[in-house]
């Protein structure tokens, strides 16, 4: 087995935090989730790990809060997985200040706190691995043309890499692009171990999707309950999918590799073999719930990008790690889990003024 590791999970009862913190455990590694709990899936997620990863240890708190922030980085940890954020453009459309002050300000006060805490050593400092985002790319340059019944990138049929010009569209754009950039510098400029990843679309269990955010968990519920379900644009548009523990497996390997990748970003997700478009899950959903679901459509939203997908060549290159999760098997097992959890997720969605159907 490896060697124990501590971790320090911002945001840790979200989605992504939640699937770390119960694969960390498992491995026997220390887990400390830290969190406001303002999402609405937050308390239901802490519940659960209290079950299922009982060794974990919750405190809440806000990556806002300096205080907050000093105090629990008085304890030594080897990596923090900085988590915590505003996760969705339409969000940061209707209050833009506040998805700045989550996202940037919020980084920036992580990145100072471990800076306060391993300053004078920062080679002892732990590596601050930041869920960054495909978003920093904006609208992409790579020829947009659809081929074979969904979008593809003409000039780029690797994906698109990390060389690739930045463009911070929306609020949500420049704020996670703002923060992606003060991670990267702080290797830079003061020597502190860290690493953005810039991910794609990632899902998975515990993922209590929203039409704006999450969209693979969205359309799973969606069907499965019977709710309304919309298609912004064409619904040829492309993803690459990348499984929870796919992601959680490429922070393992960040670590691992914690003097390679300091002060560098790395697109992480399916890449070109695990592409999918909004209408082949549909098609998927459908197969396996055996009728046809109904879906409205609307047009594209300011931020919707037609197509992306990650070259993944430098983290297999320097992470040594490949995705596992093919996006049938995700979504399989995704159904699956709603199945099994039929009762929790119906409630969280009348909880949210949500109809479901009980068939």
């Known amino acids: 087995m490896a060697a124990r590791k501590r971790f320090l999970i911002t945001g840790g009862t979200g989605f992504i935090g939640s699937n770390a913190a119960r694969r960390l455990t498992a491995l026997q590694h220390d887990v400390?989730?830290?969190?406001?709990?303002?999402r609405s899936a937050a308390a239901l997620n802490r519940d659960w790990l209290a079950?299922?990863?009982?060794?974990?240890?919750?405190?809440?708190?806000?990556?806002?809060?300096?205080?907050?922030?000093?105090?629990?980085?008085e304890e030594p940890f080897d990596a923090v997985l900085h988590l915590a954020g505003q996760v969705a453009v339409t969000t940061s459309i209707v209050d833009p200040q506040a998805d700045w002050?989550?996202?940037?300000?919020?980084?920036?006060?992580?990145?100072?706190?471990?800076?306060?805490?391993?300053?004078?050593?920062p080679a002892g400092a732990p590596l601050v691995i930041y869920a960054s985002t495909n978003k920093v790319y904006g609208h992409l340059t790579a020829g947009e043309v659809i081929r074979d019944g969904r979008w593809d990138?003409?000039?780029?049929?690797?994906?698109?890499?990390?060389?690739?010009?930045?463009?911070?569209?929306?609020?949500?754009?420049?704020?996670?692009?703002?923060?992606?950039?003060?991670?990267?510098?702080y290797h830079r400029t003061f020597g502190i171990p860290t690493v953005a990843f810039r991910q794609s679309c990632i899902y998975g269990e515990r993922q209590f999707g929203e039409e704006d955010q999450g969209w693979v968990a969205w359309f799973a519920l969606a069907a499965v309950f019977r709710l309304p379900m919309t298609i912004f644009g064409d619904g040829h548009q492309v993803r690459d999918l990348?499984?929870?523990?796919?992601?959680?497996?490429?922070?393992?390997?960040?670590?691992?590799?914690?003097?390679?990748?300091?002060?560098?970003a790395f697109n992480i997700g399916g890449g070109p073999d695990f592409r999918m478009s909004l209408r082949e899950l549909i098609r998927h959903l459908e197969e396996?719930?055996?009728?046809?679901?109904?879906?409205?459509?609307?047009?594209?939203?300011?931020?919707?990008?037609?197509?992306?997908?990650c070259d993944i060549t430098r983290a297999r290159r320097e992470l040594d790690?490949?995705?596992?999760?093919?996006?049938?098997?995700?979504?399989?097992?995704?159904?699956?889990?709603?199945?099994?959890?039929?009762?929790?997720?119906?409630?969280?969605?009348?909880?949210?003024?949500?109809?479901v159907s009980a068939v």
């Open 153 to 185: 990138l003409e000039n780029r049929p690797d994906g698109i890499s990390e060389d690739e010009q930045l463009s911070f569209e929306s609020p949500y754009g420049c704020s996670k692009g703002a923060a992606d950039q003060y991670v990267v510098d």
């Open 288 to 309: 396996r719930l055996g009728r046809t679901i109904p879906v409205a459509e609307a047009a594209s939203r300011l931020g919707d990008q037609k197509v992306f997908y």
């Open 242 to 264: 990348l499984w929870a523990d796919d992601l959680v497996d490429a922070y393992l390997a960040a670590l691992t590799h914690k003097n390679t990748v300091a002060g560098k």
């Open 101 to 121: 002050e989550a996202n940037a300000v919020g980084t920036f006060r992580v990145l100072e706190a471990v800076r306060a805490r391993h300053g004078r050593n």
């Open 32 to 38: 400390v989730l830290f969190d406001n709990l303002s």
């Open 321 to 355: 790690w490949t995705p596992q999760v093919a996006p049938a098997q995700g979504v399989d097992r995704l159904l699956d889990w709603i199945a099994a959890n039929r009762a929790e997720i119906a409630g969280f969605l009348t909880r949210k003024g949500l109809t």
């Open 51 to 73: 079950r299922v990863a009982p060794t974990a240890r919750f405190i809440q708190g806000d990556v806002r809060n300096t205080a907050e922030l000093a105090a629990v980085l």
